[in-house]
């Protein structure tokens, strides 16, 4: 079982960065992937970013452009540096372990705590 520890959320304003960290633990050799999703207050989960066994990155409409998702197999680590950050992404942000399918991406790891981002205007 793969388990995950996200970390780097906080308070900042509009047009500001931010970097969210994910240490991923435990049998990382059955996941090749990685995404990140986040949750808005009193909305749906939804799948910002992802990236495959050969690094190929895939990101909503949203934050295409301001963020970039990367991964460091040496320190089992995912990140999301984001850039630009406007109110609308104010959210808990989830890091997942999983896997591709064709083109879908399954998680395959239990939801951590997350780490709040949260962006004034």
């Known amino acids: 079982q793969v388990r995950v520890t996200e970390s780097g959320g906080g308070l900042v304003q509009a047009g500001e960065s931010l970097t969210l960290s994910c240490g991923l633990s435990?049998?990382?050799?059955?996941?090749?992937?990685a995404g990140w999703y986040r949750q808005p207050l009193e909305k749906e989960r939804e799948l910002v970013a992802t990236?495959?066994?050969?690094?190929?990155?895939n990101y909503a409409d949203s934050v295409k452009g301001r963020f970039t998702i990367s991964r460091d197999n040496a320190k089992s680590t995912v990140n999301l540096q984001m850039n630009n950050l406007k109110p609308d992404d104010t959210a808990v942000y989830y890091c997942?372990?999983?896997?591709?399918?064709?083109?879908?991406?399954?998680?395959?790891?239990?939801w951590g705590q997350g780490t709040q981002v949260t962006v004034s205007s």
């Open positions: 435990g049998s990382i050799r059955s996941v090749n992937a």
């Open positions: 990236i495959s066994a050969t690094d190929r990155v």
């Open positions: 997942t372990a999983g896997s591709f399918q064709g083109a879908h991406y399954y998680p395959m790891t239990r």
